[in-house]
């Protein structure tokens, strides 16, 4: 039972233009929501999140968008950036059950950036 | 943030054996946890290390194959005991800074295990 979906296992883009990621999930107990980068022999890095009382969050190129009706979460970057490639993956927590600290992740987005 | 660093970065074991995996950060944390990323797949927690006591494990996953110490608030240990070619993957640790959930989980850098 995979709770949280990244239907897209690679996407490529042009440096400069957006990249949009994406994200679905199943359980409506989840009310945080993460993206995290991951680079080869790395651990992942937290990028940014979202709280479900928000429908957007923005930290500089990196914006998340949720669609709780929808059950949906977005990550767009602009500009993207030869940088930017790595492998995304999305995460979500809350199971009404307290302080758990536990992470559910999606299958994981490679993101290539084209010079 | 906080400064994580796992030992060994890699190895190579053969069946049958035991692993230890140490998880160091550099500062002390309510929150520890442990997960896998086997190959080509996602992350998934294999159990919540706490200090002084028990490890909380999630299902599909059982002590006597995953003993986990936490002795405290700085440091974990993770044992892959007696392995199989089905362990390898990357193993991560990671920890929360504070008490709330909705606290960024940071990362170690993981180890790579080959069971051959």
């Known amino acids: 039972d995979q709770q949280v979906k990244q239907n897209s296992p690679s996407l490529s883009v042009q440096e400069g233009r957006i990249s949009i990621l994406n994200c679905d999930y199943t359980?409506?107990?989840?009310?945080?929501f993460l993206w995290y980068k991951k680079y080869p022999a790395e651990g992942p890095t937290f990028l940014i999140s979202?709280?479900?009382?928000?429908d957007k969050n923005e930290d500089g190129r990196f914006t998340v968008f949720l669609n709780k009706s929808a059950k949906h979460l977005s990550l767009h970057i602009v500009p993207s950036q030869p940088g930017d490639s790595a492998v995304y993956f999305c995460?979500?927590?809350?199971?009404?059950?307290?302080?758990?600290?536990?992470?559910?992740f999606g299958q994981g987005t490679t993101l290539q950036v084209k010079p | 943030s906080a400064v994580i660093s796992q030992k060994p970065s890699r190895d190579i074991c053969q069946r049958g054996t035991s692993l230890t995996i140490q998880c160091q950060v550099d500062?002390?944390?309510?929150?520890m946890f442990w997960y896998r990323q086997q190959p080509g797949q996602s992350l998934t927690l294999i159990a919540t290390?706490?200090?002084?006591?028990?490890?909380?494990?999630e299902s599909g996953f059982v002590i006597d194959k995953f003993p986990i110490s936490r002795p405290n608030l700085t440091f974990s240990t993770l044992t892959v005991s007696n392995m199989s070619p089905e362990d390898s993957s990357i193993y991560l640790c990671?920890?929360?800074?504070?008490?709330?959930?909705?606290?960024?989980?940071?990362f170690g850098p993981g180890t790579r295990l080959t069971v051959l």
């Open positions: 990671s920890v929360l800074l504070a008490e709330r959930r909705t606290d960024t989980q940071y």
């Open positions: 359980n409506s107990m989840f009310d945080y």
């Open positions: 979202i709280s479900s009382i928000k």
């Open positions: 995460a979500a927590s809350g199971d009404g059950s307290g302080n758990t600290g536990k992470l559910i």
């Open positions: 500062s002390q944390v309510t929150m």
């Open positions: 290390a706490n200090q002084g006591s028990e490890a909380t494990y």
